[in-house]
């Protein structure tokens, strides 16, 4: 069973960049296509980004799409979102996520098995 702590969250102005790190320990993190979602105050939580084991395909939520990066290095089990252009309707608490199946699709909360603890974006206008 992978562990997955999310770091790199912070208090950033709207046009700012930030990035996340989620570090994964327990498994072999290339067996695990990893995502990140985010939960606004009041809102559902949303997918934001996803990335496949080898990284040839990565997937973007509109709002995010052209702004957000996802990406992975497999050597040192981390999975990073860089956030660059960010807009105060950005602000969340972001989580990692990660699972080992396959056949499963990549846009909701039930297609991943793993969750981290979150880290607070807050982005002020």
């Known amino acids: 069973q992978v562990q997955l702590v999310e770091s790199g969250g912070g208090l950033v102005q709207a046009g700012g960049s930030l990035r996340l790190s989620c570090a994964a320990s327990g498994g072999t993190f290339s067996r695990y296509t990893m995502g990140w979602f985010r939960q606004a105050p009041g809102k559902e939580r949303e997918f934001v980004a996803a990335i496949s084991r080898s990284a040839v395909m990565t997937y973007y939520a509109d709002s995010v799409k052209g702004r957000f990066t996802i990406s992975r290095d497999n050597a040192k089990n981390t999975v990073y979102l860089q956030m660059n252009s960010l807009e105060p309707e950005d602000t969340a608490v972001y989580y990692c996520?990660?699972?080992?199946?396959?056949?499963?699709?990549?846009?909701?909360?039930?297609?991943?098995?793993?969750w981290g603890q979150g880290t607070q974006v807050t982005v002020s206008s």
């Open positions: 996520t990660a699972r080992s199946r396959y056949g499963s699709g990549w846009y909701y909360e039930g297609d991943y098995d793993y």
